[in-house]
């Protein structure tokens, strides 16, 4: 065979591999890989002709038009596999993102209020209505906050009785230690100052907030909610407190719940009482919730210590004051007839679910 023969062979072969290739592609990347192959500078064609130039002079054109018709036909099955493979892929895109404008949409899940946390607004909320302004203090105390300006002296069986948790390695300006605080009541402390710093009495005030006690069991959690409730002004009276409780504990319990004053004790408060509700389940007649008292106890109460009031600096001839302290967790459970506080820490969504959360 002559050597123009067995080129145009050669050339002939090429294109139909070539062709084949081509159409065989599956995507852009691997028909990019084939051009290089059969087209590219070191490809199969450059391979090729590189025969040419061993022919004599006379020969080459013959096998130019040869070459020139091969390279075309490559072109152009490149440029239609490469159109299909494109149009291919843009379906696929297409496909993959389609949306289904029929779908229902996806209902996303809501969010919503602790019950505690809700109570604690519903509290408050009432007692802003009342005129009382609402303050806040902090929750690591020092003992002068939490225990001595409050008629609590060092050896006051009362500050053992807390369950106070210390902070270890640390301690106020005084060098005294701190803690956290065992009830909203250092707030009357704090906020009494404050009021002589800017003048004097009348000074009502809502304070909620966490305090913390070492303890644990079915109504007793380390971290738990109160509100604390006081005012100071002239004249004030155990009739004027008993009128406040009577109607925060009815709008908050939406009935006209009977409540009680029971003398109790308390350092920072002198008369001193618990505070009893007709009990919410059995309306006062028997039940075993209310031990079958038909009352229950919801808050402790009294007319502020004078104690209290001159280790502030209030000048106790001129005025007096009532405070109480409420536990959040236990109001919000005789409200919605919850049996044990641990479900308000645990989380679990069936409950906070069935608390309208
Ligand atoms: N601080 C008291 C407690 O936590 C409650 C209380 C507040 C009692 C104010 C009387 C007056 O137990």
Wanted: aromatic share 8%; net charge negative; proline share 6%.
């Amino acid at each position: 065979m002559s050597d123009i023969e067995a080129l145009k062979q050669q050339l002939g072969g090429l294109q139909g591999e070539a062709l084949a290739a081509f159409a065989a592609a599956a995507d852009l990347d691997e028909l990019g890989e084939l051009r290089v192959r059969y087209l590219g500078k070191k490809g199969r064609l450059t391979e090729v002709l590189k025969g040419v130039g061993k022919l004599p002079p006379e020969e080459r054109p013959a096998i130019g038009q040869s070459v020139n018709a091969v390279k075309q036909a490559l072109a152009g099955a490149l440029q239609e596999a490469e159109g299909k493979l494109a149009a291919e892929a843009a379906r696929l895109r297409i496909e993959a993102e389609r949306v289904d404008v029929t779908l229902p949409g996806r209902r996303r899940p809501r969010g919503a209020m602790h019950p505690v946390h809700k109570g604690l607004q519903e509290m408050t909320a009432i007692f802003s209505q009342m005129g009382f302004a609402i303050a806040e203090g902090p929750e690591i105390e020092d003992e002068f906050h939490n225990f001595d300006a409050l008629n609590i002296p060092p050896e006051h069986p009362a500050r053992a009785m807390h369950d106070t948790f210390f902070i270890r390695d640390m301690s106020n300006a005084e060098g005294e230690p701190m803690l956290l605080r065992t009830h909203t009541s250092p707030v009357q402390i704090r906020a009494m100052r404050r009021c002589l710093e800017e003048g004097e009495p009348p000074l009502a005030i809502v304070a909620p907030g966490r305090v913390y006690r070492c303890d644990y069991d079915v109504t007793h959690s380390p971290m738990f909610h109160q509100v604390e409730v006081f005012k100071v002004d002239r004249d004030m009276s155990l009739a004027e407190l008993k009128g406040v409780l009577q109607h925060f504990l009815s709008t908050y319990f939406e009935k006209d719940v009977p409540i009680r004053l029971r003398p109790h004790y308390f350092p920072f408060t002198e008369p001193s009482a618990e505070v009893d509700i007709g009990c919410v389940f059995c309306s006062g007649s028997g039940c075993r919730i209310c031990k079958h008292s038909g009352w229950l106890e919801v808050l402790g109460s009294g007319m502020i210590h004078p104690n209290v009031l001159a280790a502030v600096g209030i000048d106790t001839d001129a005025y007096s004051g009532f405070a109480f302290g409420l536990g959040v967790e236990r109001l919000v459970m005789l409200k919605h007839g919850i049996p044990d506080l641990r479900l308000f820490f645990e989380n679990d969504v069936r409950f906070l679910r069935r608390m309208g959360a």
